[in-house]
């Protein structure tokens, strides 16, 4: 009987008792995976309010352009520091209370804005007491480039408008 003990699918199966190198390596490397995604992740996170506002801007601006070629009249988007809207050309604004519509983009505290147009080589930051600054959409669908940055404490959002289509320009470096 003592020989039955020791055939050698029972020495396999004593030496089979751990991991092998191949699967703890296999392990680790999955392990890392999932690590640098959470990593990659979690950095993206922090921009999120930047990306979302820089992304409302940029449907904002495509809707105004839109919305003036269809209308046959220009519209305007105003630009604050606490938010942006957009109103026909022709309505008057009371410089004492400038009164944003209901369906305003409403910019989150702490976050500043600089605007780069064609005209300025410089970028400028809207400050709190400032008049808003106006990006026309004319009804034949031209609208003048810009540039509008987004920052806050923890990093920078910048997107670039055509003047043609209100689309954001791609850098192609």
Not at 62 to 88: D, G, H, M
Not at 144 to 165: M, N, V, Y
Request: aromatic content about 6%.
């Amino acid at each position: 009987m003592t020989s039955a003990h020791k055939t050698p699918l029972n020495k396999r199966l004593q030496l089979r008792a751990g991991f092998t190198l191949l699967e703890i390596m296999v392990t680790m490397a999955i392990i890392s995976i999932i690590l640098g995604s959470a990593v990659l992740f979690l950095a993206n996170q922090s921009n999120g309010e930047l990306d979302k506002l820089a992304q409302q801007t940029q449907i904002m601006a495509k809707q105004t352009l839109r919305k003036a070629k269809l209308e046959e009249r220009p519209f305007s988007i105003y630009i604050t520091p606490r938010e942006i809207w957009v109103q026909p050309e022709n309505m008057p604004l009371d410089d004492e209370d400038i009164t944003p519509p209901k369906s305003s983009l409403i910019i989150p505290q702490g976050v500043r804005i600089s605007l780069l147009t064609d005209a300025d080589e410089d970028w400028f930051t809207l400050a709190k007491n400032d008049d808003p600054f106006i990006w026309t959409f004319t009804q034949s669908g031209l609208c003048d480039s810009l540039e509008i940055q987004f920052e806050d404490d923890d990093g920078i959002q910048t997107i670039a408008f055509h003047s043609l289509t209100a689309g954001e320009v791609i850098d192609e470096d």
